[in-house]
């Protein structure tokens, strides 16, 4: 392997090779490092460390390897004398597999060679602030870590410096202790060299690792000290917004607001998109204390929920100022419509929600706009406002030709036929739930959208006495609920859907033997010989969906058929409508014979 550098000095990098014998979807990533060694030309002794990781997802096979991997260079690099380098690698191995217990490795204490060159240590600090600032690189940990060790006493400022780039990279590891550490030894530093701006900023960022170990107290105090030193606008918004964070978690809700309104007015002037931020974050903290409040203090619960959706409007109005990304401008309003409309405030609700719908459509994205304007229309109690609504949602998608906007306008003139069938509009009812089954089943929606269609169908349609059509109806519901998996509710849903179906078949059989009865007293034998036969077609339906607990009342129902049916005395005056009879009569008894009763 070739030695990558200049002689003289220690050199790292890292890269990934293919392992084609291993399959194209593993990679070795290999660490290159190299020592001083009198005994080789150049003075120099390369080493390389490799291990193993996915190609598609970059993992490697152990993180504790990847994240510590030029520690074990080090610890090789220890060995240079009797180069024991496989017995190094073997417990290397060894403690990678067996991870519980695992002593942690101290950072801060982290040895750095006497002879490592000040002037180079200032160089080496430049170049790892570059890798991380522009590339991340986690692996310029182990350089700004002998770097703060090597300047430390010697060049406070640029040591403070280095140990802020050791947290960062710690930071952005959640390895937050030793974050915490590295932060708090930049504060010695930079206060060692009378930079308070520094020691601020480091104050301010050990605050913010020792928050993710909760350690609540201690973070305030970290971030109180960093006010003192801390002048940019920028940072003391940032640390504003922490530590209010920090003080709502600890239920100080006052100190917490206070904070977060110093940071947003702060941030409005310097960065609209971290006002925003900020914005939502304290609206979501609002509406978090108002819940905590409404069982004893509801009034004053109120008002947070409106100062969380005026907050939301802020958020809102900062992204617009932007000019850019519209949808989470929207976003932003509709959760204060949300709000609003938890208030009662109606007319603001649906104002915010026009304003919200119309930034979906600026930003070409109906399918949101429609969605927003459904789901307004379902919190709005006045059926006249619901119903303009879910109109409006209509117009926007019903040239769209995507199978999402299909499924959403199926939805939609669902929620349009409970409307119409409440004002009595059972024809336009009907009409709308046909729209709604028709787009349900082209977008190939779930059965649990499509089977509330079905129902609402069917018991329009029992309203409007047309039994038949809602036996169909409920028997579809039914088998539709059985392809789903096996729940109470389901089950119970199950069998009142096919309750609500036996009901139907048999007022349907009822109607048309009553149409018979009228039929044959009109001398129409045609059409009583008709109606008869379909009267007994839908009660043998109706036999055959019963489950079979429920024979014994089945046999009673179609034993009293008979005999109604054997009583009409004007059947003896048709002949052919009395041959039909008799079939008619023999199919019931077939029906009987079926069900274990004797005739």
């Not at 978690?249 to 409005?268: D, G, M, R, T, V």
């Not at 179906?501 to 009583?528: C, G, M, P, Q």
Request: charged share 25%.
């Amino acid at each position: 392997m070739t030695v990558f550098g200049q002689h003289g000095h220690s050199q790292r990098t890292e890269f990934t090779v293919p392992l084609l014998s291993l399959g194209q979807e593993i990679t070795a990533r290999v660490a290159f490092d190299s020592w001083l060694d009198p005994n080789i030309r150049g003075k120099e002794r390369p080493f390389l460390l490799a291990f193993l990781a996915d190609k598609t997802t970059g993992k490697s096979l152990s993180s504790h390897l990847d994240k510590f991997i030029f520690e074990y260079l080090d610890k090789l690099k220890d060995q240079k004398a009797d180069f024991e380098a496989e017995q190094i690698w073997g417990r290397i191995v060894k403690s990678i597999t067996t991870p519980v217990d695992r002593e942690r490795f101290d950072a801060i204490s982290f040895e750095v060679d006497s002879e490592y060159a000040i002037s180079r240590a200032k160089e080496d600090l430049e170049t790892a602030k570059d890798a991380w600032e522009n590339l991340k690189d986690r692996n310029q940990l182990w350089t700004a870590l002998r770097v703060a060790n090597r300047l430390e006493n010697v060049d406070d400022e640029q040591a403070g410096t280095a140990f802020i780039l050791v947290g960062q990279i710690f930071l952005a590891g959640n390895s937050f202790q030793e974050a915490a550490e590295a932060f708090e030894k930049a504060v010695e530093a930079f206060t060692r060299a009378r930079q308070f701006e520094g020691a601020g900023e480091a104050s301010y960022l050990a605050g913010k690792s020792v928050y993710h170990l909760q350690e609540y107290e201690k973070a305030i105090e970290l971030f109180q000290a960093a006010t003192i030193w801390i002048k940019e606008p920028a940072l003391i918004a940032s640390l504003n917004f922490e530590m209010g964070i920090v003080l709502h978690e600890q239920s100080h809700f006052e100190e917490a607001n206070s904070c977060f309104e110093k940071a947003i007015k702060l941030a409005e002037k310097i960065d609209k998109r971290i006002a925003s931020e900020y914005s939502s974050t304290f609206a979501s903290r609002l509406m978090f204390q108002a819940d905590r409040e409404k069982e004893e203090n509801p009034t004053y619960s109120l008002g947070l929920i409106r100062k969380s959706a005026e907050k939301r409007i802020d958020a809102s109005t900062f992204l617009q100022q932007t000019g850019e990304n519209p949808q989470s401008a929207a976003t932003s309003l509709i959760l204060a419509v949300s709000a609003y409309f938890s208030l009662g405030n109606i007319e603001k609700a649906v104002n915010l929600l026009e304003d919200a719908t119309n930034l979906f459509l600026d930003s070409g994205d109906y399918l949101s706009a429609g969605r927003a304007l459904f789901d307004g229309a379902r919190t709005v109690t006045d059926n006249k406002r619901s119903h303009e609504l879910l109109s409006r949602a209509v117009t926007l998608l019903k040239e769209q030709e995507g199978l999402k906007e299909k499924r959403l306008l199926g939805l939609i003139h669902f929620e349009k036929a409970k409307i119409e069938e409440q004002n009595n509009q059972f024809s336009i009812a009907l009409n709308s739930l046909n729209y709604s089954v028709q787009y349900l089943t082209e977008s190939n929606a779930p059965v649990s959208d499509i089977v509330p269609v079905q129902i609402q169908f069917a018991n329009t349609l029992f309203r409007i006495e047309d039994f038949e059509t809602a036996a169909d109806y409920f028997l579809t519901a039914t088998k539709r609920l059985s392809t789903l998996p096996s729940s109470e509710i389901v089950v119970d849903q199950q069998n009142k859907t096919l309750m609500n179906a036996l009901i139907s078949l048999r007022r349907a059989s009822t109607a048309y033997h009553n149409a018979a009865i009228i039929a044959l007293k009109e001398k129409d034998e045609k059409r009583a010989s008709e109606m008869f036969a379909h009267s007994i077609s839908l009660l043998i339906n109706w036999a055959e969906n019963n489950p079979s607990e429920q024979h014994n009342e089945v046999q009673k129902v179609i034993k009293k058929r008979i005999s109604r049916l054997s009583l009409q005395e004007e059947l003896a005056l048709l002949a052919e409508t009395k041959y039909k009879l008799d079939s008619i009569i023999k199919s019931l008894k077939m029906i009987l014979e079926s069900l274990g009763s004797e005739t």
